[in-house]
């Protein structure tokens, strides 16, 4: 009997449902393993909380790859994004709602650049977002310094108030979860990205305008980052020069884990969810088994290498069918 022919081979190849599967799996072994200190309330609570700021930067990263594209400046962003708005409120007393609004405006230019140097200029992604990576983190440091602190309590609030007894950047990451997740199922105009990183030669033929549509897509993985500093300020209650650093490896290996591919036009934004909650999860459990923080970063590294190995099996293995046929 062909693997084609068994009815679950078909989920066995959606990703989203393999590694939702794995995570529930690890969850039961770490509650056996630590449930003194797993399986409690407040600790999946710190989970989710921990977890809102990478899976918001997340989303917008899996749209870039689907697309065949990928932004190494998140990072920066997210220091830059709160640290702009923390400097207009301490320095200059701007209110709460305009240095927000700062703040996001910053992003979002910063995500023009990008699109716009990249899709209209030719320059390679990964030169030029790792080059806006240590230009913004310099702003970051310039505005931040060595930390800025003392911000009004409407700006307090958006990170740290609580909705039912959840913290509020959980709701946020939820909410642009699933705003993100019936956008790129339903709507055609981010259906695109699935033709531009599947084949941009013959996306651009069909008449869709694969420049346009990077330039959209960097704008809006910035504004994510943006909200996702916005929002780690103001729940830190501090703007700090160093916030989001090494978020870019975390956030690529979530949204790698999560089915995004390195050649594009694959992946979903629920896998985005997942594979930053299984990262989550494992960076919890060494925590828990007071793990040395440096072997953490090579468990991680580990872990996006194996990503990547998964990924470039599967991909063998797709064009391996296609040749087949």
């Not at 078909?10 to 794995?22: F, K, M, N, P, Q």
């Not at 409120?89 to 990008?114: E, K, T």
């Not at 899709?119 to 800025?148: D, E, H, K």
Request: cysteine-free.
């Amino acid at each position: 009997m062909k693997i084609s022919a068994i009815p679950w081979a078909h989920y066995l190849g959606d990703r989203v449902i393999t590694l939702g599967s794995t995570i529930v799996v690890l969850g039961i072994i770490l509650s056996l393993v630590y449930p003194q200190q797993f399986a409690t309330w407040d600790n999946f609570s710190q989970i989710l909380l921990n977890l809102s700021i990478d899976t918001i930067v997340a989303v917008g990263m899996m749209i870039l790859m689907i697309g065949g594209m990928f932004d190494l400046s998140v990072g920066s962003i997210v220091a830059f994004s709160g640290g702009l708005a923390a400097y207009l409120m301490y320095y200059h007393a701007v209110p709460v709602q305009v240095a927000v609004l700062a703040g996001l405006g910053g992003a979002l230019l910063i995500g023009w650049i990008n699109g716009y140097l990249i899709a209209r200029a030719g320059i390679n992604p990964m030169i030029q977002t790792l080059a806006m990576m240590g230009i913004v983190r310099g702003f970051a440091l310039m505005l931040s310094g060595a930390g800025l602190q003392n911000f009004p309590w409407e700006y307090l609030i958006l990170g740290q108030s609580k909705l039912l007894g959840i913290a509020m950047p959980i709701w946020y990451m939820l909410g642009i979860v699933l705003l993100f997740h019936v956008l790129v199922e339903r709507s055609s105009f981010f259906r695109r990205y699935y033709f531009i990183g599947g084949n941009e030669k013959a996306a651009r033929l069909s008449g869709i305008q694969v420049e346009r549509m990077k330039i959209w897509a960097f704008v809006l993985s910035a504004l994510l980052a943006g909200i996702a500093g916005i929002l780690l300020s103001s729940r830190l209650g501090a703007a700090l020069s160093t916030s989001g650093r090494g978020l870019e490896l975390r956030v690529i290996t979530a949204v790698i884990l999560g089915g995004a591919s390195l050649s594009g036009g694959q992946g979903r934004v629920m896998g985005a969810f997942l594979g930053a909650l299984f990262m989550a999860l494992i960076n919890n459990a060494l925590i828990i088994g007071r793990v040395s923080g440096y072997w953490q970063e090579v468990i991680l590294g580990i872990i996006l290498i194996a990503a990547v190995v998964l990924d470039q099996m599967l991909l063998h293995k797709v064009k391996t069918k296609h040749q087949t046929l």
